[in-house]
């Protein structure tokens, strides 16, 4: 309505000027009359400044406008207030437009202020830079973890470790990378162990990489601290069942081979069959200690000296079909319900063949020995498109309590069990840059699921 009434009156104007240009030359001739000629020519130039004028108006208003957004004024007025109801209009529509466009930008300052204030806050170092390595956001953990003051590029990070700046721009956002780098602090040096993870995204003038900087050391030696007492508990078991029944032993037979009335060693003439049946029978007690100590020793020697694996490409189905055929006869015999889902089965993987097969038939051997009628073995793959191999059973379960130390060495719920075998899983695991956990709960039809990531 606006513009429709913008042109009526424009066309009509340009009308006019045209009417009076062909009147002028007219009445010049017609009359000759100097008077006539001027009173035309006026209103000529009347009728062309009112033209100027009314397209001024407009212009003025959208300049207005748009003087407005650029330095956020909050109001807009018409720069002829006697103008028409209609540009009246124009006006409160701009001004509206104009109040959201405030409110919007009100509202992106807000959130921005908000994501400054939580990577301030935030525990974990954040650095964000663009293709150039030019540094665009460094927060405050980040410049304490480094003791910087600022950040310009992240080749000043070199200084920390020779490739830090290439290790950020080929950092995969998929990946996490672990580094050490050493801060010298006057005299003292102090180690880092700092976690790298990334994120790229694209702004409207660049693309730019966030990552996160993360120093792990004090959660490690947390770990390693708390796996060592563990494993410190775990030895001491074992050793005292040995050396408790070896040490009441040997007190038995010196109490045997010993005159009570005055600590003297008996003549060998003085023994009789039943006190030299006796001592028979505690060296016969000494030596099997003895031996179940030795073997206990041998078993943890074979925890911490597993050999490197033989890497080769293998397909995911010939691996289960292998599986399969081992405890065919087994599952038949038992009336075992054995599923293998087809999905990524023909997918390859790079492990030590015989390892990865040991673990999986031990763990199915410990889903038998769990009372498991039904078992699940499967190939998926993780939101990071990491391959897992899944090994589900619908046995018994694990007790929530021990479900964090059934991966502890010599940790068994089994009256013979050696309490190595998870152990061995998981050094092999780590031994193929993967990991195996374990989910178990009673909210599906399957109740344990060993998980091993590769």
Known sequence: MIFKNLYYNIIIR???????????PFAHKKFQDIIININIVGALIIQVILLIRRLNYLNRDLIAFFDSLKYDDSSILLTNEF??????RLSRRLQTVNNQILKLKEKSARENQYF??????????????????????ANKALKDLFKLNNIVNIKELNVFHPNFAE???????????????????????????LILRSADFKTQDEKLRIVSIHDIKNELDEKELESWQKLVHTLRHEIMNSIGPI???IDTLNELITNPD????????????????????GLKIVKERNIGLQQFVDKFRSISKLPKPNFEKIIIKDLFENIKSFWKNEFENKKIEFKIPEDHLTEHILIDKNQIEQIIINLIKNALEADANSIKMSSTKDKNNQLLITISDN???INQEIIDEIFMPFFTTKEQGSGIGLSLARQIMRLHNGNIYVVSSS???YTTTFILSF
């Open 14 to 24: 340009v009308i006019l000027i045209a009417a009076t240009c062909f009147l002028l």
């Open 83 to 88: 103008q028409h109801i209609n540009y009246m």
């Open 116 to 137: 400054q204030t939580i990577t301030e806050l935030a525990n974990v170092g954040l650095l964000s830079f663009n293709e150039k390595g030019s540094v665009k956001l």
């Open 167 to 193: 290790i950020l721009k080929t950092l995969s956002p998929t990946e996490h990378k672990l580094i050490k780098i050493t801060l010298s602090n006057n005299a003292n040096k102090e180690l880092l162990q």
């Open 247 to 249: 040490s009441s032993t």
């Open 262 to 281: 005055n600590n003297q060693i008996v003549q060998i003439d003085h023994l009789n069959n039943e006190i030299i049946s006796d001592i028979s029978s």
């Open 395 to 397: 046995g018994k379960g």
């Open 443 to 445: 909210d599906s039809n």
